[in-house]
């Protein structure tokens, strides 16, 4: 079992930036990827960015130009920073770790609000 805890949400001004953290309960940096999805309101959850054990990252690409996935193995966290925020990026953001084939780990969410 792996337990995910996020934090770092909150209410934002559009263009301001956020830094959410995901900590996990055990060290899981040598093989699980790792990526933060994101729920908005009356929408379907899908995935802002990932991870990979090797340290390869992906974005989607409404938020490439904008989002930042990395990772300090020393704190067994993962962290999303999210620049030049838009309104439409209001949603809860989920971390999530996986190793394919076998399990997969939520957080519980932070929620994201951006708003003037």
Known sequence: Q???VESGGGLVQPGGSLRLSCVASR???SHYFMAWYRLPPGKQRDMVALLGSTG???YAPSVK???TISRDKAKNTVYLEIN???PEYTAVYYCNAYLPGVNSFWGQGTQ???SS
């Open 56 to 58: 390869n990252d992906n």
């Open 84 to 86: 030049s925020l838009k």
């Open 112 to 114: 994201v609000t951006v």
């Open 2 to 4: 792996v337990q995910l």
């Open 27 to 29: 060290d899981i940096s």
């Open 65 to 67: 130009s904008r989002c």
